[in-house]
Protein backbone atom coordinates (compact mmCIF):
# COMPACT_ATOMS: atom_id res chain seq x y z
CA UNK A 1 0.00 0.00 0.00
CA UNK A 2 1.27 3.84 -0.73
CA UNK A 3 0.35 5.83 2.25
CA UNK A 4 0.27 9.73 2.18
CA UNK A 5 0.80 10.54 5.49
CA UNK A 6 0.02 14.86 6.03
CA UNK A 7 1.83 16.56 8.66
CA UNK A 8 4.17 13.98 9.46
CA UNK A 9 6.76 15.65 10.97
CA UNK A 10 4.74 17.34 13.46
CA UNK A 11 3.99 15.66 17.17
CA UNK A 12 1.43 13.20 16.32
CA UNK A 13 2.51 12.74 12.90
CA UNK A 14 5.76 11.80 13.54
CA UNK A 15 5.28 9.36 16.49
CA UNK A 16 2.79 7.64 14.08
CA UNK A 17 5.65 7.34 11.31
CA UNK A 18 7.97 6.43 13.88
CA UNK A 19 6.26 3.66 14.70
CA UNK A 20 4.77 2.44 11.72
CA UNK A 21 7.47 2.73 9.17
CA UNK A 22 9.51 0.00 10.47
CA UNK A 23 7.08 -2.29 11.88
CA UNK A 24 5.23 -2.21 7.77
CA UNK A 25 8.69 -2.56 5.15
CA UNK A 26 5.27 -3.39 2.87
CA UNK A 27 3.97 -0.10 2.44
CA UNK A 28 5.84 2.82 1.44
CA UNK A 29 5.32 5.99 3.64
CA UNK A 30 5.01 9.40 1.89
CA UNK A 31 5.49 12.41 4.15
CA UNK A 32 3.58 15.42 3.18
CA UNK A 33 4.54 18.81 5.58
CA UNK A 34 5.38 21.97 4.41
CA UNK A 35 7.74 22.55 7.51
CA UNK A 36 6.09 25.08 9.50
CA UNK A 37 7.09 26.40 12.96
CA UNK A 38 5.70 22.99 14.64
CA UNK A 39 7.83 20.71 12.47
CA UNK A 40 10.73 19.05 13.37
CA UNK A 41 12.89 16.43 11.19
CA UNK A 42 14.96 15.70 13.99
CA UNK A 43 12.03 13.96 14.94
CA UNK A 44 12.05 11.78 11.85
CA UNK A 45 16.03 10.76 12.07
CA UNK A 46 15.40 7.35 12.91
CA UNK A 47 13.73 6.51 9.63
CA UNK A 48 14.73 9.37 7.33
CA UNK A 49 16.60 6.80 5.76
CA UNK A 50 14.42 3.55 5.69
CA UNK A 51 13.49 2.48 1.75
CA UNK A 52 9.81 2.97 2.42
CA UNK A 53 9.74 6.62 3.47
CA UNK A 54 9.77 9.15 1.43
CA UNK A 55 9.42 13.07 2.31
CA UNK A 56 7.75 16.03 0.10
CA UNK A 57 7.92 19.22 0.67
CA UNK A 58 4.19 20.41 0.36
CA UNK A 59 1.59 23.07 1.75
CA UNK A 60 -2.00 21.71 1.39
CA UNK A 61 -2.76 25.27 0.98
CA UNK A 62 -1.80 25.33 -2.64
CA UNK A 63 -3.70 22.13 -4.66
CA UNK A 64 -1.22 22.27 -7.49
CA UNK A 65 1.49 20.88 -4.79
CA UNK A 66 -0.98 18.51 -3.45
CA UNK A 67 -2.15 16.86 -6.95
CA UNK A 68 1.23 16.52 -7.80
CA UNK A 69 2.41 14.71 -5.11
CA UNK A 70 -0.98 12.94 -5.82
CA UNK A 71 0.16 12.00 -9.12
CA UNK A 72 3.98 11.12 -8.54
CA UNK A 73 3.20 8.44 -5.48
CA UNK A 74 -0.52 7.40 -6.59
CA UNK A 75 -1.20 6.98 -3.16
CA UNK A 76 -4.15 4.16 -1.64
CA UNK A 77 -4.74 6.00 1.69
CA UNK A 78 -4.54 9.19 3.52
CA UNK A 79 -3.96 9.83 7.02
CA UNK A 80 -4.35 13.54 7.18
CA UNK A 81 -2.79 14.57 10.56
CA UNK A 82 -1.65 18.57 8.75
CA UNK A 83 -3.12 21.15 11.06
CA UNK A 84 -2.57 24.57 12.81
CA UNK A 85 -2.73 22.75 16.36
CA UNK A 86 -2.63 25.41 19.10
CA UNK A 87 -5.69 26.70 19.99
CA UNK A 88 -3.81 30.22 21.45
CA UNK A 89 -2.12 30.85 18.20
CA UNK A 90 -5.76 30.32 16.58
CA UNK A 91 -6.87 33.12 19.36
CA UNK A 92 -4.35 35.58 18.22
CA UNK A 93 -3.80 34.69 14.20
CA UNK A 94 -6.91 32.99 13.16
CA UNK A 95 -6.10 33.14 9.86
CA UNK A 96 -3.73 29.87 9.19
CA UNK A 97 -6.37 27.74 10.79
CA UNK A 98 -8.42 28.63 8.33
CA UNK A 99 -6.07 28.19 5.38
CA UNK A 100 -4.36 25.37 6.03
CA UNK A 101 -7.37 23.49 8.34
CA UNK A 102 -10.38 24.06 6.42
CA UNK A 103 -8.79 24.72 2.92
CA UNK A 104 -5.75 22.34 3.10
CA UNK A 105 -8.07 19.65 4.33
CA UNK A 106 -10.65 21.00 0.83
CA UNK A 107 -7.37 20.69 -1.43
CA UNK A 108 -6.85 17.29 -0.08
CA UNK A 109 -9.99 15.98 -0.57
CA UNK A 110 -10.68 17.50 -4.40
CA UNK A 111 -7.02 15.75 -5.62
CA UNK A 112 -8.48 12.31 -3.61
CA UNK A 113 -11.64 13.08 -5.63
CA UNK A 114 -9.63 13.22 -8.99
CA UNK A 115 -7.45 10.08 -8.60
CA UNK A 116 -9.77 7.97 -6.94
CA UNK A 117 -12.04 7.90 -9.69
CA UNK A 118 -11.98 3.78 -9.06
CA UNK A 119 -13.85 4.94 -5.63
CA UNK A 120 -10.80 2.62 -3.59
CA UNK A 121 -8.54 5.09 -1.93
CA UNK A 122 -9.30 5.60 1.77
CA UNK A 123 -9.38 9.04 4.00
CA UNK A 124 -8.14 8.96 7.29
CA UNK A 125 -9.19 12.68 8.96
CA UNK A 126 -7.42 12.81 12.25
CA UNK A 127 -9.75 15.32 14.61
CA UNK A 128 -10.40 16.37 17.54
CA UNK A 129 -12.75 16.61 20.79
CA UNK A 130 -12.46 20.12 20.32
CA UNK A 131 -15.10 20.28 17.87
CA UNK A 132 -17.68 19.17 20.43
CA UNK A 133 -17.34 22.55 22.80
CA UNK A 134 -17.32 22.42 26.45
CA UNK A 135 -18.97 20.26 28.56
CA UNK A 136 -20.18 20.82 32.17
CA UNK A 137 -19.17 18.84 35.55
CA UNK A 138 -21.13 15.61 33.79
CA UNK A 139 -21.47 13.70 30.73
CA UNK A 140 -19.02 12.60 28.01
CA UNK A 141 -18.74 13.10 24.36
CA UNK A 142 -20.11 10.47 22.38
CA UNK A 143 -19.98 10.34 18.06
CA UNK A 144 -23.17 11.71 17.86
CA UNK A 145 -22.81 14.67 20.43
CA UNK A 146 -23.58 17.87 18.16
CA UNK A 147 -20.50 19.91 17.57
CA UNK A 148 -20.48 23.30 19.05
CA UNK A 149 -16.80 24.40 18.73
CA UNK A 150 -15.38 27.64 21.03
CA UNK A 151 -12.17 28.63 19.03
CA UNK A 152 -11.34 29.55 15.80
CA UNK A 153 -9.03 25.92 16.41
CA UNK A 154 -11.86 23.99 16.71
CA UNK A 155 -14.23 25.93 14.46
CA UNK A 156 -11.58 25.33 11.36
CA UNK A 157 -11.27 21.26 12.73
CA UNK A 158 -15.37 21.22 12.74
CA UNK A 159 -15.10 22.76 9.18
CA UNK A 160 -12.72 20.00 8.41
CA UNK A 161 -14.84 17.44 9.38
CA UNK A 162 -17.92 18.12 8.02
CA UNK A 163 -16.00 18.44 4.71
CA UNK A 164 -14.80 14.96 4.76
CA UNK A 165 -18.34 13.90 5.46
CA UNK A 166 -19.54 15.23 2.84
CA UNK A 167 -17.37 13.94 0.55
CA UNK A 168 -18.12 10.36 1.70
CA UNK A 169 -22.52 11.49 1.56
CA UNK A 170 -22.41 13.26 -1.72
CA UNK A 171 -19.17 11.92 -3.75
CA UNK A 172 -19.10 8.08 -2.72
CA UNK A 173 -15.56 8.78 -1.17
CA UNK A 174 -14.35 6.12 1.79
CA UNK A 175 -13.93 8.28 4.67
CA UNK A 176 -13.18 7.59 8.58
CA UNK A 177 -12.60 10.09 10.73
CA UNK A 178 -11.38 9.82 14.17
CA UNK A 179 -11.76 12.58 17.25
CA UNK A 180 -9.05 12.26 19.91
CA UNK A 181 -8.66 13.85 23.18
CA UNK A 182 -5.65 15.52 24.41
CA UNK A 183 -2.53 13.89 23.35
CA UNK A 184 1.21 13.73 25.20
CA UNK A 185 4.59 12.55 24.95
CA UNK A 186 7.81 12.54 23.57
CA UNK A 187 8.12 15.01 20.41
CA UNK A 188 5.26 17.53 21.12
CA UNK A 189 6.22 21.63 20.57
CA UNK A 190 6.86 22.91 24.07
CA UNK A 191 3.97 25.17 23.41
CA UNK A 192 1.26 22.62 24.68
CA UNK A 193 0.70 22.43 28.61
CA UNK A 194 3.03 19.31 29.10
CA UNK A 195 5.78 20.19 27.27
CA UNK A 196 5.78 23.72 28.69
CA UNK A 197 4.92 23.36 32.17
CA UNK A 198 8.18 20.23 32.07
CA UNK A 199 10.90 22.83 30.52
CA UNK A 200 9.71 25.66 32.61
CA UNK A 201 10.15 23.81 35.49
CA UNK A 202 13.81 22.20 34.67
CA UNK A 203 14.53 25.60 33.68
CA UNK A 204 13.32 27.26 37.24
CA UNK A 205 10.71 29.46 35.41
CA UNK A 206 7.09 30.59 36.39
CA UNK A 207 4.82 27.86 35.03
CA UNK A 208 1.62 29.63 33.92
CA UNK A 209 -1.54 28.10 34.87
CA UNK A 210 -4.54 29.68 33.19
CA UNK A 211 -7.63 30.96 35.55
CA UNK A 212 -7.71 28.58 38.62
CA UNK A 213 -5.99 26.07 37.24
CA UNK A 214 -9.61 23.85 37.16
CA UNK A 215 -10.01 23.00 33.58
CA UNK A 216 -9.99 19.16 32.80
CA UNK A 217 -9.02 17.67 30.37
CA UNK A 218 -9.01 13.47 29.20
CA UNK A 219 -5.25 12.80 28.62
CA UNK A 220 -4.19 10.24 26.02
CA UNK A 221 -0.67 8.88 25.28
CA UNK A 222 0.11 9.78 21.75
CA UNK A 223 1.77 6.02 20.90
CA UNK A 224 -1.65 5.20 22.06
CA UNK A 225 -3.45 7.10 20.00
CA UNK A 226 -1.31 6.74 17.02
CA UNK A 227 -2.04 2.28 17.28
CA UNK A 228 -6.12 3.58 17.50
CA UNK A 229 -5.41 5.55 14.12
CA UNK A 230 -4.42 2.50 12.51
CA UNK A 231 -6.28 0.19 14.20
CA UNK A 232 -9.43 2.19 12.50
CA UNK A 233 -7.16 2.22 9.11
CA UNK A 234 -7.39 -1.54 9.65
CA UNK A 235 -10.54 -3.47 10.79
CA UNK A 236 -12.67 0.64 11.02
CA UNK A 237 -16.09 0.48 8.69
CA UNK A 238 -16.18 3.31 5.96
CA UNK A 239 -18.33 6.48 6.63
CA UNK A 240 -17.78 6.22 10.15
CA UNK A 241 -16.69 8.36 13.09
CA UNK A 242 -14.74 6.76 16.19
CA UNK A 243 -14.03 8.74 19.46
CA UNK A 244 -10.73 8.01 21.08
CA UNK A 245 -9.89 8.61 24.47
CA UNK A 246 -7.63 7.53 27.91
CA UNK A 247 -10.56 8.06 30.14
CA UNK A 248 -8.06 9.59 32.17
CA UNK A 249 -10.11 13.37 32.92
CA UNK A 250 -7.39 15.33 35.20
CA UNK A 251 -7.57 19.05 36.24
CA UNK A 252 -5.11 21.18 34.83
CA UNK A 253 -3.56 22.01 37.93
CA UNK A 254 -3.76 18.49 39.60
CA UNK A 255 -1.35 18.01 36.24
CA UNK A 256 0.91 20.48 36.40
CA UNK A 257 1.67 19.28 40.49
CA UNK A 258 2.30 15.86 39.30
CA UNK A 259 4.90 17.05 36.77
CA UNK A 260 6.40 18.83 39.85
CA UNK A 261 6.78 15.59 41.46
CA UNK A 262 7.56 13.64 38.76
CA UNK A 263 10.48 16.54 37.53
CA UNK A 264 11.08 16.83 41.41
CA UNK A 265 12.24 12.82 41.97
CA UNK A 266 14.20 12.79 38.22
CA UNK A 267 16.30 16.07 38.97
CA UNK A 268 17.33 16.12 43.10
CA UNK A 269 15.14 19.65 42.64
CA UNK A 270 12.52 19.41 45.58
CA UNK A 271 8.79 19.30 44.70
CA UNK A 272 8.12 22.55 47.04
CA UNK A 273 10.45 24.71 45.13
CA UNK A 274 8.99 23.46 41.80
CA UNK A 275 5.27 23.97 43.11
CA UNK A 276 6.62 27.89 43.74
CA UNK A 277 6.84 28.42 40.35
CA UNK A 278 3.64 28.04 39.76
CA UNK A 279 1.75 30.90 38.93
CA UNK A 280 -2.08 31.82 38.15
CA UNK A 281 -2.51 33.76 34.66
CA UNK A 282 -5.21 35.64 32.60
CA UNK A 283 -7.80 33.17 31.82
CA UNK A 284 -8.03 31.81 27.97
CA UNK A 285 -11.13 33.66 26.07
CA UNK A 286 -13.60 31.10 25.20
CA UNK A 287 -11.76 28.92 27.39
CA UNK A 288 -13.53 25.02 27.50
CA UNK A 289 -14.23 24.01 31.02
CA UNK A 290 -14.12 20.14 30.48
CA UNK A 291 -13.82 17.31 27.62
CA UNK A 292 -14.23 14.04 28.58
CA UNK A 293 -14.40 11.09 25.62
CA UNK A 294 -16.50 8.14 25.63
CA UNK A 295 -14.53 5.94 23.74
CA UNK A 296 -17.36 2.70 24.34
CA UNK A 297 -17.40 2.49 20.46
CA UNK A 298 -13.72 2.19 19.45
CA UNK A 299 -13.35 0.07 22.43
CA UNK A 300 -16.55 -2.62 21.85
CA UNK A 301 -16.08 -2.80 17.80
CA UNK A 302 -12.43 -2.63 17.27
CA UNK A 303 -10.89 -4.31 20.68
CA UNK A 304 -8.95 -1.04 21.48
CA UNK A 305 -8.10 0.36 24.77
CA UNK A 306 -5.06 2.64 25.46
CA UNK A 307 -2.35 0.75 27.41
CA UNK A 308 -0.66 3.57 28.95
CA UNK A 309 -1.57 4.81 32.28
CA UNK A 310 -1.31 8.72 32.68
CA UNK A 311 1.50 8.12 35.57
CA UNK A 312 3.72 5.37 33.62
CA UNK A 313 3.37 7.71 30.32
CA UNK A 314 3.83 11.19 32.24
CA UNK A 315 7.56 9.91 33.36
CA UNK A 316 7.95 8.35 30.03
CA UNK A 317 7.95 11.67 28.33
CA UNK A 318 9.29 14.24 31.19
CA UNK A 319 12.21 11.33 30.69
CA UNK A 320 12.38 12.07 27.30
CA UNK A 321 12.51 15.56 27.61
CA UNK A 322 15.39 15.48 29.87
CA UNK A 323 17.28 12.99 27.71
CA UNK A 324 16.59 15.06 24.42
CA UNK A 325 18.33 18.12 24.83
CA UNK A 326 19.04 18.37 20.96
CA UNK A 327 15.80 18.16 20.08
CA UNK A 328 14.86 20.67 22.64
CA UNK A 329 17.41 23.23 21.27
CA UNK A 330 16.16 22.25 17.74
CA UNK A 331 12.80 23.93 18.45
CA UNK A 332 13.89 26.62 20.93
CA UNK A 333 14.10 28.73 17.67
CA UNK A 334 13.44 32.71 17.48
CA UNK A 335 10.20 31.96 16.84
CA UNK A 336 9.44 30.01 19.67
CA UNK A 337 10.92 32.93 22.14
CA UNK A 338 8.67 35.21 19.83
CA UNK A 339 5.95 33.21 20.89
CA UNK A 340 6.28 32.49 24.22
CA UNK A 341 6.85 36.15 24.93
CA UNK A 342 3.93 37.40 23.23
CA UNK A 343 0.93 34.80 24.78
CA UNK A 344 2.13 34.96 28.48
CA UNK A 345 3.38 39.18 28.11
CA UNK A 346 0.03 40.54 28.71
CA UNK A 347 -1.57 37.34 30.95
CA UNK A 348 0.13 39.51 33.41
P1 LIG B 1 1.50 19.80 15.35
O1 LIG B 1 1.17 21.24 15.36
O2 LIG B 1 2.53 19.27 16.27
O3 LIG B 1 1.98 19.38 13.86
C1 LIG B 1 1.27 19.76 12.72
C2 LIG B 1 2.09 19.40 11.49
O4 LIG B 1 1.34 19.77 10.33
C3 LIG B 1 3.43 20.13 11.39
O5 LIG B 1 4.45 19.24 11.00
C4 LIG B 1 3.19 21.18 10.33
O6 LIG B 1 4.37 21.54 9.60
C5 LIG B 1 2.16 20.50 9.44
N1 LIG B 1 1.34 21.49 8.71
C6 LIG B 1 0.63 22.53 9.24
N2 LIG B 1 0.05 23.24 8.26
C7 LIG B 1 0.39 22.63 7.09
C8 LIG B 1 0.12 22.91 5.73
N3 LIG B 1 -0.60 23.97 5.37
N4 LIG B 1 0.59 22.05 4.78
C9 LIG B 1 1.35 20.98 5.14
N5 LIG B 1 1.67 20.69 6.41
C10 LIG B 1 1.21 21.51 7.38
O7 LIG B 1 0.11 19.06 15.52
P2 LIG B 1 -0.23 17.68 16.28
O8 LIG B 1 -0.42 17.95 17.71
O9 LIG B 1 0.74 16.64 15.84
O10 LIG B 1 -1.68 17.38 15.66
C11 LIG B 1 -1.83 16.61 14.48
C12 LIG B 1 -3.30 16.48 14.15
O11 LIG B 1 -3.98 15.84 15.22
C13 LIG B 1 -4.01 17.83 13.94
O12 LIG B 1 -4.91 17.69 12.86
C14 LIG B 1 -4.75 18.05 15.24
O13 LIG B 1 -5.92 18.82 15.03
C15 LIG B 1 -5.08 16.64 15.64
N6 LIG B 1 -5.25 16.42 17.09
C16 LIG B 1 -4.27 16.81 17.95
C17 LIG B 1 -4.40 16.55 19.32
C18 LIG B 1 -3.35 16.95 20.32
O14 LIG B 1 -3.58 16.82 21.51
N7 LIG B 1 -2.18 17.42 19.89
C19 LIG B 1 -5.55 15.90 19.78
C20 LIG B 1 -6.54 15.51 18.87
C21 LIG B 1 -6.36 15.76 17.51
O1 LIG C 1 0.47 27.78 29.48
C1 LIG C 1 -0.60 27.15 29.53
N1 LIG C 1 -1.32 27.14 30.66
C2 LIG C 1 -2.52 26.51 30.80
O2 LIG C 1 -3.15 26.54 31.87
C3 LIG C 1 -1.11 26.40 28.39
C4 LIG C 1 -0.34 26.36 27.10
C5 LIG C 1 -2.30 25.74 28.54
N2 LIG C 1 -3.01 25.80 29.70
C6 LIG C 1 -4.29 25.07 29.81
C7 LIG C 1 -5.27 25.32 28.69
C8 LIG C 1 -5.99 23.99 28.57
O3 LIG C 1 -7.08 23.95 29.49
O4 LIG C 1 -3.98 23.68 29.75
C9 LIG C 1 -4.96 22.95 29.00
C10 LIG C 1 -4.29 22.28 27.83
O5 LIG C 1 -3.86 23.29 26.94
P1 LIG C 1 -3.15 22.96 25.54
O6 LIG C 1 -1.96 22.10 25.77
O7 LIG C 1 -2.96 24.25 24.82
O8 LIG C 1 -4.23 22.02 24.83
P2 LIG C 1 -5.77 22.25 24.45
O9 LIG C 1 -6.08 23.69 24.30
O10 LIG C 1 -6.60 21.47 25.42
O11 LIG C 1 -5.78 21.56 22.99
C11 LIG C 1 -5.05 20.34 22.74
O12 LIG C 1 -5.87 19.22 22.77
C12 LIG C 1 -6.78 19.03 21.73
C13 LIG C 1 -4.31 20.41 21.40
O13 LIG C 1 -3.50 21.57 21.36
C14 LIG C 1 -5.28 20.39 20.25
O14 LIG C 1 -4.56 20.36 19.01
C15 LIG C 1 -6.12 19.17 20.37
O15 LIG C 1 -7.08 19.17 19.36
Known amino acids: MKILVTGGAGFIGANFLNLLVPRHPEHVFVNLDTLTYAANLGSLEGIAKADNYRLEVVDIVDFEAVDGVFTKHQPDL ?35 RKHWSDGKGLFHHVSTDEVYGSLG ?164 ELSWEPTETFETGLRKTIKWYLDNPAWIEQVRTGEYRNWIEKNYQDRG
Open 78 to 112: VVHFAAESHVDRSISGPRAFIKSNIEGTFNLLEAA
Open 137 to 300: DTGMFVETTRYDPSSPYSASKAASDHLVRSYARTFGMRTRITNCSNNYGPLQFPEKLIPLMVLNAVDGKPLPVYGEGLNVRDWLYVGDHCEAIWKVIGEGADGETYNIGGNNEVRNIDVVTEICSIVADLTGKTKGELEGLITYVKDRPGHDLRYAIDATKIRN
